[in-house]
Nanobody
């Protein structure tokens, strides 16, 4: 059973930063890749960033240069460093892990960017 728990969300002003964490139950090196998704109010869920087993990363165009995904295998955790936040980044952010052809999901954490 894979459990993913996100944390680090909150309310910030435009231009500020937040770091989200996604802690897995057990080693994250067993996952082919791990992902951060988000779903804003009235919007479809979108892929924000992902990191593969080998450390390859990729980002949505809307967050390139502002967000950074990373992993700490020793802590079984991935992170999403979000800088220069904008109001349009407001969303529920969820992490996901791919293993054996199945995707596992966390419960999500709310990020609100507002002045």
């Amino acid at each position: 059973q894979v459990q993913l728990v996100e944390s680090g969300g909150g309310l910030v002003q435009p231009g500020e930063s937040l770091r989200l964490s996604c802690a897995a139950s057990g080693s994250i090196v067993r996952f082919n890749a791990m992902y951060w998704y988000r779903q804003g109010p009235g919007k479809q869920r979108e892929l924000v960033a992902f990191i593969t087993y080998s450390g390859f990363t990729n980002y949505a165009d809307s967050v390139k240069g502002r967000f950074t995904i990373s992993r700490d295998n020793a802590k079984n955790t991935i992170y999403l460093q979000m800088d220069s936040l904008k109001s349009e980044d407001t969303a529920v952010y969820s992490c996901s892990a791919l293993m054996g052809g199945e995707n596992y999901w966390g419960q999500g954490t709310q990020v609100t960017v507002s002045s």
